[in-house]
């Protein structure tokens, strides 16, 4: 009911303002629940609104509704009663839909329930109580298809960056099978996984039979060899012949991609591992073909005790089946390494809510969206792109960007990104960054492009893999050679049998895989701890750093001035002081200025529209508020109006700065204003000294703040005053006496620095440009995240040279093994199958050492 506002029944203050009532009994009810009457429920999309400021409202049987905007009070409007109730899907009460026990959105739909038990249990379940024929049930939506790559998209390969091919397949300088470039949020389909698997199944069927029939000679009397030694086939013994059939189908078919793949290698003469696994089956099944078909063309002296000829389709046929088994496990591991980058496309929605002119909403595709776009997000929605709020207030989860827990206050002017959290209220905001530019977009970007670059340590690798596969074949014919020539009976078997196992055992992916697959998984887990690397140069030269040069404003600082202290000189109170100053400087782009305003707010001042608001660049703005004419800014600027402002400079000297406020023509108070240390940069600072760096603070701010700043963190070398240019020779001057130098920065007068140090790393809150010109950008714009960066840099360092060290010692042991090293002492040559079967998982464990990386401690 109306109140006199002069003289109400009771009275109650709710944060700053006074309410009135008609009774006691109404004051009590409003103070044990105030949200409950200053909020009210949209009853058509179910958005929690705020009374005072909605968008439109609508009396309805002498209750006040409220409505987010006009669209939905026309939709209410149109037919109320079938807009006022719901049916609970839990239990089947009539619910209010304005005040509901509970209210839960599922599939972007608002359901209302009676209490919070229905409610919870409809979040348990939701299908359980919304069935396909529900009219309350939303559909649900068809699933999404897997992202296949087109034909058209661009294909690389992981051990080879600068391969870019048009179409899958097989990489024409190692092998491998090619990658789609961009990695979507789905998981992809895998042609070339889903194809070795098919084969294996098949060549596993037939090599079993291949694998027990050879074996049986070992068996006691060798009663296969006896059941099938009398049995002829066009005269030819049936044993050799029944082996060739089974085995055929698995070196014909199953290793056929083998083949071509080493055809290729030997028409470009780029051989790789795929040359060695073709030659080796190739030449022990053509030669046990042939002495299945023609055993007569052998002379005695290349046969066995008894006569017979030996065959090899067993090992040809294991062989080919342990090489299909690990390239199934080696693309299995290869998609593990792009989990980081799918993750983090994962985090955008799919659709988004737009508003079109009149209020009126409808659900986009995210790639729809355009820049100045008004988007909707609810309670437990995500934010579907950068943007400032226009309306509403809540409280957003940014932990995917800061890594903190506690939601962040937001309301109209503040900005959000992309993909973080919305937890309580509803806002509507405009969209400012789309599609490619977005925060989320451009650090996938980052990402996908760091793990596609080479480290220095690899060029190591890089030289020893250029020689490695003619080196191998070398080898191989030498051992045959030396088997053949000096060997015992049959001298053919063993010379065949030990240059077989050198050209299988030889593995030069091991050694290319080492460092691709380190980087890959490296700046993928960085990637999840808010590190982006642009290169995997940045990721190795990290760990070298010995100096560190680090800006201070918004890299020390939080970069955003804040009110310290008000001091009212005149007859007026601090808090009418602070509300006329922030009234005039609403309409002001300063960062002190806006420092002023965001205070008045969160002291919750009403602030008055200013009229005649006028700024002078370098001194302050000037305007009429109500019935005051308001001077702010500096002595000069209050000089120029006649105003003596006296001896104010002592806040300047302090390292801080003073805003003079003038009413009508008289000094009536002075404001402190001061950009704070971060919180977190003693604790950074402390960790990078325990590391034993030196820390040197270099900015172009005035020599009083840099020092204030300087000995507030304990930092005794300070350049101050310097320009742009000036921080470059200085990162330049101390490269020359031997330093490696790490410039951290966020602002475009950094960038030179930061190109110019062995290590750039930008703050995530900085300048474009200071983000394009860095090699590191953290994302939370917390310097402790630059140890946690070195201890990635160091991590992944080991784990490359734990991958290479692997992949020396094993073909450094494993070939002359192969070709009969222990042979005179042991008196065994290893066999071709065992020899397939180390090649194979000499390659899964360097991706499985690599994938380590996913879960080491920063």
């Known amino acids: 009911m109306d109140v006199n506002p002069e003289q109400p029944k009771a009275r109650f203050e709710h944060e700053g303002v006074a309410y009135g009532f008609c009774c006691q009994g109404c004051a009590d009810k409003f103070q044990a629940d105030p949200a409950a009457y200053l909020t009210a429920i949209d009853p058509i999309c179910g958005m929690t609104v705020k009374r005072a400021t909605a968008k439109a409202s609508f009396r309805h049987e002498k209750k006040p509704y409220f409505f987010c905007c006009q669209g939905c009070a026309t939709k209410f409007q149109a037919d109320p009663a079938n807009c006022l109730t719901a049916v609970d899907p839990v239990c089947g009460m009539s619910v209010s839909r304005s005040a509901p026990g509970a209210l839960v959105r599922h599939e972007k739909k608002p359901y209302f329930f009676c209490c919070q038990g229905c409610a919870e249990k409809f979040q348990a379940n939701p299908a359980q109580y919304l069935p396909a024929t529900s009219a309350e049930a939303p559909a649900p939506p068809p699933p999404a298809p897997k992202a296949a790559p087109s034909a058209a998209s661009a294909w690389i390969c992981p051990m080879c960056p600068e391969v870019h091919e048009s179409k899958p397949g097989a990489c024409p300088s190692c092998g491998m099978a090619l990658e789609p470039a961009e990695i979507g949020a789905a998981e992809p389909d895998n042609p070339e996984l889903d194809d070795m698997r098919r084969r294996l199944r098949v060549s596993l069927l037939f090599t079993l039979p291949v694998f027990a029939l050879s074996m049986a000679e070992m ?90 000829v030996g065959v090899y389709f067993e090992a040809s046929a294991v062989i080919v089946t342990l090489v299909l088994l690990g390239q199934v496990l080696e693309l299995r591991a290869r998609a593990a390494t792009s989990s980081a980058v799918r993750a983090l496309l994962s985090l955008a929605p799919a659709l988004a809510h737009r508003l079109d002119a009149s209020g009126n909403e409808a659900d986009a595709p995210l790639d729809s969206i355009h820049v100045g776009d008004r988007l909707r997000v609810r309670p437990g929605e995500k934010v579907p792109t950068d943007g400032v709020l226009l309306e509403g207030e809540s409280r957003v989860d940014e932990s995917m960007l800061t890594g903190e827990a506690a939601p962040v206050a937001k309301s109209a002017g503040d900005r959000v990104t992309g993909a973080t959290l919305n937890t309580t209220g509803s806002f509507v905001l405009r ?15 980052q990402v996908m492009e760091a793990q596609r670059t080479r480290a220095p340590i690899q060029r190591l690798a890089d030289r020893v893999s250029a020689s490695f596969v003619p080196a191998v074949v070398v080898a191989a014919l030498v051992a045959f050679g030396i088997w053949i020539s000096v060997g015992p009976a049959p001298r053919l078997a063993y010379a065949l049998v030990a240059a ?44 070298a750093v010995d100096t560190v040069l680090v800006d201070k404003t918004g890299t020390l600082t939080e970069g955003r001035p804040r009110v310290t202290a008000v001091s009212a000189l005149g007859g007026r109170s601090e808090t009418e002081l602070l509300a006329l100053a922030a009234s005039l400087e609403v309409g002001s782009e300063h960062p002190l200025g806006r420092a002023l305003v965001e205070h008045a707010r969160a002291e919750k001042l009403t602030l008055t529209p200013a009229e005649g608001f006028s700024a002078t660049p370098g001194r302050g703005v000037s305007g009429r508020v109500g019935a005051h004419e308001v001077r702010i800014g500096n002595a000069a600027h209050l000089q120029d109006a006649g105003i003596e402002p006296g001896e104010l400079g002592a806040g300047e000297s302090a390292g801080r700065t003073l805003v003079l406020i003038a009413v009508d023509g008289a000094l009536d108070g002075v404001v402190e204003v001061s950009d704070p240390v971060k919180s977190t940069t003693a604790e950074a600072l402390a960790s990078l000294r325990a590391e034993g760096i030196q820390v040197i603070m270099v900015t172009g701010d005035r020599e009083a703040a840099a020092r204030v700043v300087a000995k507030e963190l304990g930092i005794a070398d300070v350049h101050a005053g ?130 380590r990386l996913r879960n080491v401690a920063l």
């Not at 073909?289 to 002379?299: D, E, K, S």
């Open 722 to 851: 310097v320009s742009p240019s000036e921080k470059a020779e200085l990162v330049a001057k101390l490269q020359s006496q031997g330093r490696v130098v790490l410039m951290a920065g966020d602002g475009i007068n950094d960038a030179p620095a930061l190109a110019r140090a062995d290590v750039g790393v930008a703050m995530g809150n900085g300048t474009d440009v200071a983000l394009e010109s860095a090699h590191v950008a953290l994302v939370r714009g917390d310097l402790r995240a630059i140890a946690r960066a070195r201890a990635l840099s160091r991590a992944t360092l080991t784990n490359i040279r734990q991958n290479l060290g692997w992949a020396f010692v094993y073909n450094a042991l494993g070939v002359p093994v192969a070709a009969g090293a222990l042979y005179p002492v042991f008196g065994m040559l290893l066999s071709p199958m065992i020899a397939a079967a180390a090649m194979s998982l000499s390659s899964v464990s360097v991706i499985g050492n690599a994938l």
């Open 431 to 445: 969209a400012e960054r789309v599609g490619a530019d977005t925060l989320l977009a451009r650090i996938v970007r």
């Open 500 to 543: 077989i196992s050198v050209l299988i055992i030889a593995c030069p992916c091991a050694l290319g895989l080492a460092t691709p697959m380190s980087i890959m998984v490296g700046t993928g887990r960085g990637a999840r701890s808010g590190i982006l690397f642009k290169n995997a140069e940045a990721l190795e030269r990290l760990a």
């Open 219 to 308: 068996l006691p009397g060798d009663p296969v060899g006896h059941a099938l030694g009398s049995l002829r086939v066009a005269s030819l013994p049936a044993r050799p012949l029944v082996l060739a059939l089974l085995a055929s189908p698995v070196v014909l078919w199953g290793g056929w991609p083998f083949f071509q793949r080493a055809w290729v290698s030997l028409r470009t003469l780029r051989l790789n591992m795929f040359t060695l696994i073709g030659v080796g089956t190739g030449v022990a099944y053509g030669y046990s073909l042939v002495a299945a078909l023609a055993p007569g063309l052998f002379p005695a002296e290349l046969r066995g005790h008894h006569g017979e």
